[in-house]
């Protein structure tokens, strides 16, 4: 069986430097807002090109604080996508705001910046762009209305670790940004994590004190905060994992242009690389009308693949009951295409390559 992750492979290669973080930690006997912590904030923010950064529990819990902070609350407007995980718009709900729904461009999977302008109302506080399976949202577009319109930018950076927009790393373009450090992404912690990045100081301070009960020091709370910490050991393994990610990045980049080669010529459709961006290929997604056929010949050829996402959130039946139902069709037309085929550091070219002849294989029948 060819998984369709397969992260004991990237552990059995950084085992030695895991099992001395984790050690470290350990005999330091400190495992809640320690140096560990600090110092990976301090390395990830430098690499993203952020003057703060802030570990919390987890990327829902980075998007959820990031709202949060810029006082976005109770019937303000939201402008963000359909097609990407819940958590992108259940961070928007759960502060009592109103996502607005624009749809996705065919190409990217990211936000059509042409059709933001027009859902914009005296409501609207933010836009929320996804830099989606690793591939950069067109952020100029999305810079130039927020200035018009004096609103926020949150970039959702949670599948794009070192994907960059015109030379710069995604996370670093807006007012703030999120990331995801679960263990199936690109840098992935061995539990939860998540950080938010951001150039502007007063937005760091208070996020440092939103995530830890909004204490401005221990047991004086100057306003009501969560919990949401990253702990030293997460922050130990993914100081190990970071100096890894840009060579663990070309590997992807490697096999997403083998995956292209190899089905270059075949009637389904593959993933784009914009001018403007370096894809860090999180997911690689390709299209077929025949989706689910392809799928299970797949798997019945011992392939795993998943779909990333077969529902789009305003079709989910939280958010239909919600009233939050929008008119997206592109949104709604490639959910019902899209196949996420296996793609990690640690995949063999025989293996893409048994991949795509399975593939070409289905499509002569």
Avoid at 30 to 42: A, M, N, R, S
């Amino acid at each position: 069986m060819i998984p369709f992750i397969e992260l004991k492979k990237e552990y059995a290669e950084i085992q030695g430097e895991i099992s001395q973080a984790i050690q470290r930690v350990c005999e330091s006997g400190w495992f809640i807002l320690g140096e560990e912590v600090k110092i990976f904030e301090e390395e990830f923010s430098r690499y993203i090109g952020t003057k703060h950064g802030i570990g919390v529990n987890s990327g829902s819990d980075a998007l959820f604080l990031a709202i949060k902070v810029l006082g976005i609350g109770s019937g303000d407007e939201v402008i963000t996508v359909s097609h990407t995980f819940i958590s992108t718009v259940d961070a928007i709900v759960r502060n009592g705001a109103v996502p607005v729904f624009v749809d996705i461009d065919p190409g990217t999977y990211c936000i059509d910046t042409s059709k933001i302008e027009e859902k914009i109302t005296k409501k609207t506080k933010a836009i929320l762009p996804v830099h989606l399976y690793g591939h950069p949202a067109d952020m100029e577009p999305i810079l130039d209305i927020s200035h018009r319109y004096n609103l926020f930018v949150i970039e959702d950076s949670c599948q794009a670790h070192g994907s960059e927009y015109k030379g710069k790393k995604v996370g670093s373009i807006g007012d703030a940004a999120c990331f995801s450090f679960y263990p199936t992404k690109n840098l992935g912690a061995y539990g939860d994590g998540g950080m938010i990045v951001t150039n502007n100081e007063e937005i760091a301070e208070r996020l440092k004190m939103l995530m830890n009960y909004g204490q401005s020091k221990k047991y004086y709370h100057d306003f009501i905060g969560v919990n949401s910490r990253l702990d030293e050991i997460q922050a130990a393994v993914l100081r190990v994992k970071l100096k890894h990610l840009d060579e663990w990045n070309e590997k992807r980049k490697n096999i997403a242009k083998l995956y292209n080669k190899l089905l270059g010529d075949s009637n389904v459709i593959l993933p784009i690389e914009k001018d403007y961006a370096k894809h860090v290929y999180h997911l690689f997604v390709i299209r077929s009308k025949n989706r689910d056929e392809l799928k299970q010949y797949l798997l019945k050829n011992r392939i795993q693949t998943q779909i990333h996402y077969p529902i789009p959130v305003h079709k989910q039946k939280a958010y239909l009951n919600l009233g939050y139902n929008a008119n997206l069709p592109v949104t709604e037309k490639i959910s019902k295409e899209i196949l996420s085929l296996p793609i990690f550091s640690g995949l063999k070219d025989e293996e893409v390559e048994y991949i795509t002849n399975i593939i070409r294989g289905w499509l002569r029948k």
